[in-house]
């Protein structure tokens, strides 16, 4: 499976972002699908997930009420929407795949994008 993420960019504090992730090569609805995201000089962070069928989601407890994750399996699309973003949601978030139903664990995850940057100005 190949995954491409788009639709970062730099937006004010408060401000929201539509991430995106398109996914080829596979069959995409038999994987759970993620955000993590990386800032400067840090570990790479779950985000959030969602199960193969879309029933199932979890976020991060600093996400929780701001990012929604979906998925549509028609289209091998994931989305993250990201409302009253913060400066310290600056990082390059990236999606990626997991044979699993969810797991928070980066490394449960075989199939990687490239990552987009968020930038969020105070």
């Known amino acids: 499976v190949q995954l491409q993420a788009s639709g970062g960019g730099l937006v004010q504090a408060g401000g929201s972002l539509r991430l995106s992730c398109a996914a080829s090569?596979?069959?995409?609805?038999?994987?759970?699908m993620g955000w993590f995201r990386q800032a400067p000089g840090k570990e790479r962070e779950f985000v959030a997930v969602?199960?193969?069928?879309?029933?199932?989601?979890y976020y991060a407890d600093f996400v929780k009420g701001r990012f929604t994750i979906s998925r549509d399996n028609a289209k091998a699309t994931v989305l993250l929407r990201m409302n009253g973003l913060k400066p310290e949601d600056t990082a390059v978030y990236y999606c990626?795949?997991?044979?699993?139903?969810?797991?928070?664990?980066?490394?449960?995850?075989?199939?990687w994008g490239q990552g987009t940057q968020v930038t969020v100005s105070s």
């Open positions: 990626a795949g997991t044979r699993l139903v969810v797991d928070t664990r980066s490394s449960e995850y075989a199939y």
């Open positions: 090569g596979g069959t995409f609805s038999r994987y759970g």
């Open positions: 969602i199960s193969w069928s879309g029933g199932n989601t």
